[in-house]
């Protein structure tokens, strides 16, 4: 049976409290929010001070962000945001560092809450992955349990947290340790024991974010009976798709992190196999989700948690292949002022392969450009950049809002996404205005010329050295030239 409810009714006059809110994921959802549903009440924005700036001043800087610019068309900044406020505090304290006042304006008002707040570092310890994603969720459960109103609890989950199985469900599989335990073990070990212990501790997850994250949902599978509660588990999240803008990012994880370098002239070879599938699912299905997982949640009398996979490979797979042809064009039709070299990405199928290769195509150069940056008195930094390095609920849905809150993936193709993405980087990402676009196109033209000198010089070079060590003439070690282009193009 489908809702004869719309989603914007169902969200009219309700407090929404989003922990995560000034992350890439929770900018969109707080974007969607206010665009889309007009008569939402209060928002309330778990923030934390960082990097010498006050919650406040952080505030102000998210009003700022590019995902509002749509928004900021049509509305003043005081419009958009009267009704957006920040809560200072901190997911991995107790309480979650709230003060009194605050904690008691969130239990009198807040009707819905969205915990989008994780460390995502695939490399942090035990210590803060445990405190973050795992306590912290029990932290903001707990808040949620104490809230008079309540109407729905979202939990944004990992589509990976049972990457331990070739297949995975809709559904809870069990855990593979003791959350209690691993509390206990990680209050009385230092890092450097729960490093040294890190494979035993880990009990067959691939790192603690997916460990963390699937205990975190267990945490809120017993909230199931308190209250309404939904899980949503996205793959990996990239750019918006369509809203609110085609090509937003705001994350530099991921291919648009690949584009990012790759428009640059900086990365030119990436180790990817264009034949597998990669699940890249867009931020805005991804909002609409978890907007629709909380009506869902809040407006069904079953007291049933739901778990939503948020993904594309089994819907509209993406494989590199689909757009490994076009790739390079888009580079050239969105190119930057600011690249340092003609762009040009080149998919290598191993990691052995890429490190070889990068040695000619990334390392090298980067050694050159940054010793003739250094002697120009600039600042070299290539060598540090290279070493970084869901059917039924849209049918559940009225027609309108299955519109506004599409979650249909059948009409996405992925050439057409990366050809926005590809904008979208350039703008978003290497912040470089579309005014500029005719001056980077004569910088592309000009770079193009220049790559092509540099192959002739370096073949030259090679032909001519050939020749002097054989003792051959030029002409007759002619050949030696496409078997270098031969042997270079493997790298
Ligand atoms: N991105 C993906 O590809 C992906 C894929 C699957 C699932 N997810 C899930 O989606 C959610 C959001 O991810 P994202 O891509 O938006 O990540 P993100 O851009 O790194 O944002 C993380 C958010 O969590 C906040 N946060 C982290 N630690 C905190 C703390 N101790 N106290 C308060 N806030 C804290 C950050 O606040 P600050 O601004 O203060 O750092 C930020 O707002 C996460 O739950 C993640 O597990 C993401």
Same mark, same amino acid.
């Given at each position: 049976m489908s809702s004869t409810q719309s989603v914007a009714s169902w969200y009219a006059n309700k407090n929404v409290f989003i922990t995560g809110g000034s992350g890439f994921l929770g900018l969109c959802l707080l974007e969607k929010l206010l665009r889309c549903?007009?008569?939402?009440g209060d928002i309330y924005l778990l923030l934390r001070p960082k990097k010498g700036k006050s919650v406040d001043a952080r505030l102000e800087d998210l009003k700022k962000n590019s995902v509002f610019e749509t928004l900021l068309q049509s509305k003043s900044v005081e419009q958009c945001f009267s009704r957006v406020k920040a809560i200072a505090g901190?997911?991995?304290?107790?309480?979650?560092?709230?003060s009194a006042s605050d904690r008691q304006i969130l239990v009198g008002n807040v009707n819905v809450i969205f915990h989008s707040a994780a460390?995502?570092?695939?490399?942090?310890?035990f210590k803060q992955t445990v405190q973050i994603n795992l306590l912290g969720t029990r932290q903001v459960l707990a808040l949620a349990k104490e809230c008079r109103n309540f109407a729905a609890f979202v939990h944004v989950s990992?589509?990976?947290?049972?990457?331990?199985?070739t297949e995975s469900e809709e559904i809870f599989y069990p855990l593979k340790g003791d959350p209690e335990d691993i509390i206990a073990v990680v209050e009385k070990s230092s890092e450097k024991e729960l490093e040294e212990r890190s494979v035993e501790l880990l009990?067959?997850?691939?790192n603690t974010y997916t460990y963390t994250k699937q205990m975190a949902e267990k945490e809120v599978e017993k909230m199931e009976k308190v209250f309404p509660c939904a899980i949503v588990r996205p793959s990996m999240i990239v750019g918006a798709?369509?809203?609110?803008?085609?090509?937003?990012?705001?994350?530099?994880?991921?291919p648009q992190g690949f584009l990012m370098g790759a428009s640059k002239g900086i990365i030119r070879r990436l180790p990817v196999s264009k034949e597998l599938i990669y699940d890249y699912i867009p931020v805005d299905v991804v909002v609409n989700q978890l907007i629709v997982a909380a009506f869902r949640a809040g407006s069904t009398s079953s007291k049933k948690l739901e778990i939503f996979h948020c993904t594309s490979s089994t819907r509209k797979p993406f494989t590199w292949s689909s757009v490994y042809g076009q790739i390079n064009s888009y580079l050239h039709t969105y190119?930057?002022? %600011?690249?340092?070299w003609y762009p040009h990405l080149k998919l290598l199928p191993s990691v052995t392969w890429f490190r070889i290769s990068a040695l000619f195509v990334h390392f090298l150069p980067a050694i050159i450009l940054d010793g003739l940056t250094k002697l120009a008195g600039g600042r070299p930094i290539l060598m540090r950049l290279h070493r970084r390095q869901h059917a039924k609920l849209q049918e559940w849905l009225t027609s309108e809002d299955q519109v506004m809150f599409n979650l249909d993936l %059948? %009409?996405?193709?992925w050439p057409e996404f990366f050809g926005d993405l590809a904008r979208g980087v350039r703008v978003?990402?290497?912040?470089?205005?579309?005014?500029?676009i005719e001056a980077a196109r004569g910088k592309d033209t000009m770079l193009m010329v220049l790559h092509l000198a540099l192959q002739l010089a370096i073949y030259s070079l090679l032909w001519y050295t050939f020749a002097c060590l054989t003792g051959l003439s030029m002409s007759k070690s002619m050949l030696v030239v496409p078997v270098f282009y031969v042997l270079f193009s493997f790298v």
């Amino acid at each position: 049976m489908s809702s004869t409810q719309s989603v914007a009714s169902w969200y009219a006059n309700k407090n929404v409290f989003i922990t995560g809110g000034s992350g890439f994921l929770g900018l969109c959802l707080l974007e969607k929010l206010l665009r889309c549903v007009p008569n939402i009440g209060d928002i309330y924005l778990l923030l934390r001070p960082k990097k010498g700036k006050s919650v406040d001043a952080r505030l102000e800087d998210l009003k700022k962000n590019s995902v509002f610019e749509t928004l900021l068309q049509s509305k003043s900044v005081e419009q958009c945001f009267s009704r957006v406020k920040a809560i200072a505090g901190d997911i991995a304290e107790d309480g979650l560092g709230i003060s009194a006042s605050d904690r008691q304006i969130l239990v009198g008002n807040v009707n819905v809450i969205f915990h989008s707040a994780a460390t995502l570092d695939f490399a942090e310890g035990f210590k803060q992955t445990v405190q973050i994603n795992l306590l912290g969720t029990r932290q903001v459960l707990a808040l949620a349990k104490e809230c008079r109103n309540f109407a729905a609890f979202v939990h944004v989950s990992s589509a990976y947290v049972n990457s331990f199985q070739t297949e995975s469900e809709e559904i809870f599989y069990p855990l593979k340790g003791d959350p209690e335990d691993i509390i206990a073990v990680v209050e009385k070990s230092s890092e450097k024991e729960l490093e040294e212990r890190s494979v035993e501790l880990l009990n067959g997850h691939a790192n603690t974010y997916t460990y963390t994250k699937q205990m975190a949902e267990k945490e809120v599978e017993k909230m199931e009976k308190v209250f309404p509660c939904a899980i949503v588990r996205p793959s990996m999240i990239v750019g918006a798709w369509k809203e609110p803008v085609p090509g937003w990012t705001a994350s530099k994880n991921g291919p648009q992190g690949f584009l990012m370098g790759a428009s640059k002239g900086i990365i030119r070879r990436l180790p990817v196999s264009k034949e597998l599938i990669y699940d890249y699912i867009p931020v805005d299905v991804v909002v609409n989700q978890l907007i629709v997982a909380a009506f869902r949640a809040g407006s069904t009398s079953s007291k049933k948690l739901e778990i939503f996979h948020c993904t594309s490979s089994t819907r509209k797979p993406f494989t590199w292949s689909s757009v490994y042809g076009q790739i390079n064009s888009y580079l050239h039709t969105y190119p930057l002022k %600011s690249a340092v070299w003609y762009p040009h990405l080149k998919l290598l199928p191993s990691v052995t392969w890429f490190r070889i290769s990068a040695l000619f195509v990334h390392f090298l150069p980067a050694i050159i450009l940054d010793g003739l940056t250094k002697l120009a008195g600039g600042r070299p930094i290539l060598m540090r950049l290279h070493r970084r390095q869901h059917a039924k609920l849209q049918e559940w849905l009225t027609s309108e809002d299955q519109v506004m809150f599409n979650l249909d993936l %059948s %009409s996405l193709r992925w050439p057409e996404f990366f050809g926005d993405l590809a904008r979208g980087v350039r703008v978003y990402l290497n912040h470089e205005k579309m005014s500029n676009i005719e001056a980077a196109r004569g910088k592309d033209t000009m770079l193009m010329v220049l790559h092509l000198a540099l192959q002739l010089a370096i073949y030259s070079l090679l032909w001519y050295t050939f020749a002097c060590l054989t003792g051959l003439s030029m002409s007759k070690s002619m050949l030696v030239v496409p078997v270098f282009y031969v042997l270079f193009s493997f790298v």
